[in-house]
């Protein structure tokens, strides 16, 4: 059995949400499908651009995601965050720096008692992070 791969939904902007993932970390897209480009499109109501399924790649491991179903309500992302774990405090640094910009920063990239550096923010899209990097601490 695999690790646990995370599933988010979105509120209209997962394609650009994806799209930003692909660059920032450095993933690849898999797949990507609209409710119009589904084989039950027909059946599908509200907007056909909405995202049915996306799906990245990321360093062997999956991240997918999906635009909320329209007429449901939209809470947001709430009770977890997403861990990423670097080699370098500069390689984390830039990934909290791109994932933060125009989000919250929940707590600053800076030295921690586990490792050399770690921060928290919530990107522009909704999507909490922990952002882990350098040596763990002895």
Same mark, same amino acid.
């Given at each position: 059995?695999? @690790?646990?791969?995370?599933?988010?939904?979105?509120?209209?902007?997962?394609?650009?949400?994806?799209? /930003?993932? %692909?660059? !920032?970390?450095?993933?690849?897209?898999?797949? &990507?499908?609209?409710?119009?480009?589904?084989?039950?499109? %027909?059946?599908?109501?509200?907007? $056909?651009?909405?995202?049915?399924?996306?799906?990245?790649?990321?360093?062997?491991?999956?991240?997918?995601?999906?635009?909320?179903?329209?007429?449901?309500?939209?809470?947001?992302?709430?009770? /977890?965050?997403?861990?990423? !774990?670097?080699? !370098? *405090? $500069?390689?984390?640094?830039?990934?909290? #720096? =791109?994932?933060? %910009?125009?989000?919250?920063?929940? &707590? $600053?990239?800076?030295? #921690?008692?586990?490792?050399? =550096? /770690?921060? &928290?923010? *919530?990107?522009? /899209?909704? !999507? $909490?992070?922990?952002?882990?990097? @350098?040596?763990?601490?002895?």
């Amino acid at each position: 059995m695999s @690790g646990p791969d995370p599933y988010l939904f979105f509120n209209g902007n997962c394609a650009e949400a994806m799209r /930003f993932y %692909e660059r !920032t970390l450095g993933g690849k897209i898999e797949m &990507m499908m609209t409710h119009g480009q589904a084989p039950a499109a %027909e059946k599908i109501q509200g907007d $056909p651009n909405r995202i049915l399924h996306a799906r990245l790649s990321l360093d062997g491991r999956i991240f997918m995601a999906s635009d909320a179903m329209e007429g449901h309500p939209y809470e947001g992302m709430h009770g /977890f965050s997403l861990s990423l !774990t670097y080699a !370098t *405090v $500069p390689e984390g640094k830039k990934i909290f #720096t =791109a994932l933060s %910009e125009g989000g919250q920063v929940r &707590m $600053p990239f800076d030295k #921690t008692f586990w490792v050399e =550096a /770690f921060g &928290m923010c *919530v990107d522009r /899209f909704g !999507t $909490p992070w922990m952002i882990n990097a @350098g040596k763990p601490a002895m």
